[in-house]
């Protein structure tokens, strides 16, 4: 099934340690995002990637890092510099083909830091 | 910069019944593509129905459909017939296709949807 994976679904950290997000998609998709949702907003952008060993940063881009070294996969590292990291993640992809400019989610990771 | 703004927190509907969800945005593009987000308990969030600028038409996916009012720049969803499986946070979307490959996507802060048997 093709599909959008994100693990772990729940992930428990120390404060002042880095954590990596893990996000993969069989989609054959161009794009990638990642998303970051608190209780009581919508989603905010924290970078893309339009293609692989390319990102540009969204709008909460401080206290995260990305890469794109492949086109399956995107991983999202939340460093000890972000100032409040406890929330959902959520990783979407798309293909951009002709005016086709839907995002299909992953099932999200919930990142608790204590 | 985009806002998008959906002014109903929290709705409950009886089962068959029929509800709109109210979306209003801001923006002063002309060429754009709104869309409609349902997230479930399961926190997977789902693409419901999505809508381009520049057609007349208002999209329609089977119970889901919008009306879309550029001028007045409103972009509702009708749930019609609703089901209990569409107990859900419903989310509006707007993107503005800045160029290939920067296509970014503002959200509204939610409406929770409650279907009641």
């Known amino acids: 099934d093709g599909g959008i994976t994100q693990s772990p679904k729940y992930l428990f950290r120390k404060e002042g340690q880095n954590v990596t997000l893990s996000c993969e998609q069989n989609?054959?998709?161009?794009?990638m995002y990642w998303y970051r949702q608190d209780p009581g907003q919508g989603l905010r952008l924290i970078y893309y990637?339009?293609?692989?060993?390319?990102?540009q940063k969204g709008d909460i881009a401080e206290g995260y890092s990305v890469s794109r070294e492949k086109k399956e996969s995107f991983p999202l590292t939340v460093t000890s510099a972000q100032k409040n990291p406890t929330a959902f993640y959520l990783c979407a992809s798309s293909i951009r083909a002709g005016t086709a400019y839907e995002q299909y989610f992953g099932p999200g990771t919930r990142l608790t830091v204590t | 910069a985009q806002t998008v703004t959906q002014s109903q927190p929290e709705m409950s509907v009886q089962e068959a019944e029929t509800v709109t969800l109210s979306c209003t945005y801001d923006?002063?593009?002309?060429?754009?593509?709104l869309f409609w987000y349902k997230q479930p308990p399961s926190r997977q969030m789902i693409l419901v129905i999505r809508?381009?600028?520049?057609?007349?038409q208002n999209a329609t996916e089977n119970r889901f459909s919008v009306n879309f009012q550029k001028a007045a720049k409103s972009f509702s969803l009708k749930i019609s017939d609703s089901q209990l499986g569409d107990t859900a946070m419903y989310f509006c979307?707007?993107?503005?296709?800045?160029?290939?490959?920067?296509?970014?996507?503002?959200f509204g802060t939610g409406t929770r949807l409650t279907i009641i048997p």
């Open positions: 989609l054959n998709h161009d794009a």
């Open positions: 990637s339009q293609i692989v060993n390319d990102f």
């Open positions: 809508q381009e600028a520049y057609k007349q």
């Open positions: 923006t002063s593009e002309s060429n754009y593509y």
């Open positions: 979307a707007f993107m503005k296709p800045l160029n290939f490959g920067n296509e970014k996507l503002t």
